[in-house]
Antibody, heavy 124, light 109 residues
């Protein structure tokens, strides 16, 4: 059974930083790209970042480019989302998601497995 | 603001069919056969219902079907059941990344 478990969310002040983790199991993690998708309270879904397998090339939405950094540790089947310079509009539940196809860095082939999400609240 | 357009709500009685549209442009929905649909219950993670326009993952009932014509993709839920009351999101490849629609709330009357 595929499992994705996020952690690291919480309350942070504007301008602050937070590091999210997503631990995967049940599939060959090192072979797959992984993405983060967020959902602001009462709002829709937004893809924000993805990382390829192998070379670990990363992709970002314009809304987080330059502030968020995605990385992976295949030895621990874990991806990390470092979030800096946080703003109020970053308040959301953050999901990590596995694509249907291993090479898909943004979910265009579909996300067939999702974590339970971790809530990030940016407020003073 | 989403590049894709969905009706904010849709409804139907048990046993009926409901169709949700997802309208984009030739730069996304119309340009690629990479449209997905997700179902989401309150405070739960989304679940993949349809990918690559018409494909269903294992375990998804065949009551859920997808199609596309031009710049508009559609999700049809046939034989509506109470458990189908949820939010539904489309997504599409947009040339460099993946974009989501704003979501449609389906109510079972």
């Amino acid at each position: 059974e595929v499992r994705l478990v996020e952690s690291g969310g919480g309350l942070v002040e504007p301008g602050g930083s937070l590091r999210l983790s997503c631990v995967a199991s049940g599939f060959t993690f090192s072979n797959f790209a992984v993405s983060w998708v967020r959902q602001a309270p009462g709002k829709g879904l937004e893809w924000i970042s993805g990382i390829l397998s192998g070379d670990g090339y990363t992709y970002y939405a314009d809304s987080v480019k330059g502030r968020f950094t995605l990385s992976r540790d295949d030895s621990r089947s874990t991806v990390f989302l470092q979030m800096d310079s946080l703003r109020g509009d970053d308040t959301a539940t953050y999901y990590c998601a596995k694509p249907v196809e291993w090479f898909d860095s943004s979910g265009y082939t579909g996300f067939d497995n999702w974590g339970q999400g971790t809530l990030v609240t940016v407020s003073s | 603001q989403s590049a894709l357009t969905q009706p904010p709500s849709a409804s139907g009685s048990p046993g009926q069919s409901v169709t949700i549209s997802c309208t984009g442009s030739s730069s996304d929905v119309g340009g690629y056969d990479y449209v997905s649909w997700y179902q989401q219950y309150p405070d739960k993670a989304p679940k993949l219902l349809i990918y690559e326009v018409t494909k269903r993952p294992a375990g998804v009932p065949d009551r859920f079907s997808g199609s596309k014509s031009g710049n508009t993709a559609s999700l049809t839920v046939s034989g509506l059941q109470e458990e189908d009351e949820a939010d539904y999101y489309c997504s599409s490849y947009a040339g460099s990344n993946n974009v989501f629609g704003p979501g449609t709330k389906v109510t079972v009357l």
